[in-house]
């Protein structure tokens, strides 16, 4: 591998902090046990600093550590000011923003205000109509037989569940155990600025927040399309008042030097740019890329999965890239299955397709985020049986396909969860090749990937041409290269079935990227690219030559050049 001396920094560029940092996300459940139990915590995260500052990461996105039952691993929030008795104390979150501080790290953290956990006290004080708490959440009048409509949660079954201390049927998007926050109410919006500010004042940096499309819902509840894949969904994402409720969130920002991300898992590209800018948030995950390999029903369809097109993937993130002002990226993260199982090859060509994605994640125009774990190539798991699974979601949408006769048995659905479970994410870090993969001293919350003795952080740092060292060599290149940061973005060779060939250009400047995303040799041609003076800056295999033309790249050879 090689890479070209960094460049004079340019003075003439709109800079800001944000979009020049590489993000690195942590679901700290899973990511280093510090005092044995099972679990990761924050102490552990502590230890890691050192590895993370090692890496290059300038942002930490620490996914929640606030008190909750975990219903679901922590985006059941039941005290936004409390830390998890698990993950440690405040102390010890305090204790880890300094270790991040000290090492110019900056930390955001996420935020779940769509909704609480039912063990909140608003939601408690809400079921008791008590203190002026009673419209925190969203209740509708009816009998305990027939839900107010037939929306559906995205996490599986009916979006409605009946409380019988109230009498009323309460909304919740996602588990029965997630009930919606009412943003209707100003009160609501109150309480969520409260505690935004709460955090803002302790020193963090900035927040992602969570399932921010949902937050307005249709005026009524009316009933959705029945044919859609999530039923009711146009009545709960996108609703009317949304702009306005990010306005006003936004507002809670001013004076603090924040990143503001927000996930919109609905949003369609051409949407994204109404929530950026001054009266929004600073960027959204889009997760339009990350249907390439869906079927019409979308990610849990089990009638297709799992084959996907290259010339799908270029023309959904060219649009992102050339009509989003400054996206989020990502491949992979808590949510999806490992990077490499999804658009990479995790026998064969782990490492060259491990290094190809990483490539080009880190070329591409916006912030990137990489997932804990990508940095030496982890990969999907697998479950043998519907008990192997943590995840609400899985559990549910596998629930509701057998509950509908779509399948008769978890064997029968088995494929598409070990392609698309959310758990591959989550299974622990492979810090070394000791039991447990270093993760725990004692049984992990959930089984290690067996692969651990092969992949793992330790011999990844002992072998520079891991992918560890590649995701430094490229991190490093992104912080040097104005260009690969502020530069256009222009596709080349858009039917090619291979390549993913780009440019990014500032000014006089132009890097070329060139990937084959493919197990076969192919010979690159472009001829409206002149590369005969062409230099590697970075590549994932040895002598690659300096003139891409002509050259008959390797399987998921990726190589970035100077022009
Ligand atoms: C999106 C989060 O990323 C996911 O993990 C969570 O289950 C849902 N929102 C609900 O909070």
Redesign the pocket.
């Known amino acids: 591998m090689t890479r070209h001396d960094s460049q004079t920094r340019r003075t003439d560029i709109d800079r800001q902090w944000w979009k020049e940092a590489v993000v690195y996300q942590i679901y700290p459940r899973s990511f280093n046990d510090s005092d044995g139990d099972g679990v990761g915590d924050l102490q552990g995260i502590t230890e890691k600093a050192d590895y993370l500052a090692d890496l290059g990461v300038d942002v930490v996105w620490l996914?929640p550590v606030y008190e909750s039952p975990n219903a679901?691993?922590g985006?059941?929030i039941s005290d936004y000011r409390s830390i998890m008795d698990e993950f440690g104390t405040m102390a010890d979150w305090e204790a880890l923003l300094d270790a991040l501080h000290e090492r110019d790290i900056r930390l955001i953290m996420d935020l779940?205000v769509?909704?609480t956990s039912k063990q909140h006290e608003w939601f408690q004080q809400s079921r008791r109509r008590e203190d002026g708490y009673d419209d925190y959440y969203h209740w509708v009048d009816g009998t305990p037989s027939e839900p107010p409509n037939n929306w559906e949660s995205?996490?599986g079954g009916p979006a409605w569940t009946y409380d019988d201390e109230r009498g009323q049927w309460y909304l919740h998007l996602?588990d029965p155990e997630?009930p919606d926050l009412n943003w209707r109410n100003p009160e609501v919006r109150d309480a969520v600025t409260e505690a935004v500010t709460w955090w803002l004042e302790k020193g963090i940096d900035g927040f992602r927040l969570?399932?921010i499309d949902h937050l307005s819902k249709s005026d009524a509840y009316p009933d959705g399309d029945p044919d859609s894949a999530i039923v009711g969904i146009e009545h709960f994402s996108h609703g009317p008042r949304l702009p306005e409720y990010l306005d006003e969130l936004s507002a809670a920002f001013e004076g603090y030097d924040t990143m503001i991300v927000g996930?919109m898992?609905g949003a369609d590209i051409e949407q994204v740019d109404d929530y950026t800018g001054e009266d929004g948030v600073d960027m959204i995950f889009q997760f339009d890329h990350m249907g390439v390999s869906v079927g019409p029903n979308g990610r849990w369809d089990p009638t297709q999965f799992g084959e996907w097109e290259l010339t799908d993937l270029k023309e959904v993130i060219s649009q992102q890239q050339d009509e989003i002002d400054w996206p989020a990226l990502f491949f992979g993260?808590?949510?999806q299955p490992r990077l490499v199982s999804h658009f990479g090859d995790d026998e064969t060509y782990r490492t060259e397709s491990a290094t190809l994605i990483a490539t080009f994640l880190l070329t591409l125009r916006g912030t990137p985020y990489i997932y804990q774990g990508e940095e030496i190539g982890m990969t999907n798991t697998e479950f043998d049986s519907l008990e192997a699974i943590d995840d609400?979601?899985t559990v549910g949408i596998v629930e509701d396909l057998i509950a509908d006769g779509v399948v008769d048995s978890y064997e029968e659905v088995r494929d598409l969860v070990d392609y698309q479970s959310?758990d591959h994410a989550r299974t622990p870090m492979q810090w070394d090749d000791t039991e447990n993969a270093g993760f725990t001293a004692d049984d992990p919350w959930f089984d290690v990937n067996d692969n651990y003795d092969e992949i793992n952080v330790e011999s990844a740092l002992a072998d520079t041409d891991s992918i560890w060292h590649h995701y430094e060599t490229l991190i490093e290149l992104r912080h040097s290269e104005d260009v690969l940061v502020y530069g256009d973005y222009d596709l080349l060779l858009p039917d090619h079935d291979q390549f993913y060939a780009y440019t990014r250009t500032l000014e006089n400047e132009t890097t070329l990227v060139v990937l084959n995303w493919s197990d076969e040799c192919s010979t690159f041609d472009c001829p409206s690219v002149p590369t005969a003076d062409a230099n590697v800056v970075v590549s994932n295999y040895d002598d690659t030559p300096s003139d891409p033309t002509g050259h008959a790249f390797r399987p998921y050879e990726a190589v970035v050049y100077q022009l």
């Open positions: 996914c679901d691993n985006y059941d779940v769509n909704h995205i996490f996602f997630q969570d399932a996930e898992g993260n808590h949510d609400p979601m959310r």
